[in-house]
Nanobody, 126 residues
Framework: QVQLVESGGGLVQTGGSLRLSCAAS????????MAWFRQAPGKEREFVSS????????YYADSVRGRFTISRDNAKNTVYLQMNSLKPEDTAVYYC???????????????????WGQGTQVTVSS
């Protein structure tokens, strides 16, 4: 069974840090793009960051560039999102997503990603 399982969410104060994990299983993801999206209450699900598993090329939304870092651990088949300098506006449910890699460009549309995790809540208090 192919699945993505997120963990690492929680409650943190403004300026704090969290590291989210996305454990991927059920297939080889070496030719996949792995991404993080987030969805705040009443808002659309938005792109946060992505990484090409083989090449390690990463992309970021403007709102998180310089504060968040995406990475992957081949041995553990896990993708991480290190979030620093967190702000209240980062509060959302964070989802891990995956799609086969077909291009080297940034793919930010959630409709392009066919595999999703269940999400993990991140709450940043002011």
């Amino acid at each position: 069974q192919v699945q993505l399982v997120e963990s690492g969410g929680g409650l943190v104060q403004t300026g704090g840090s969290l590291r989210l994990s996305c454990a991927a299983s059920g297939r080889t993801f070496s030719n996949y793009v792995m991404a993080w999206f987030r969805q705040a209450p009443g808002k659309e699900r938005e792109f946060v960051s992505s990484i090409m598993w083989s090449a390690g090329i990463a992309y970021y939304a403007d709102s998180v560039r310089g504060r968040f870092t995406i990475s992957r651990d081949n041995a553990k088949n896990t993708v991480y999102l290190q979030m620093n300098s967190l702000k209240p506006e980062d509060t959302a449910v964070y989802y891990c997503a995956a799609k086969p890699q077909t291009t080297m460009t940034k793919i930010t549309s959630r409709y392009e990603y066919g595999l999703w995790g269940q999400g993990t809540q991140v709450t940043v208090s002011s």
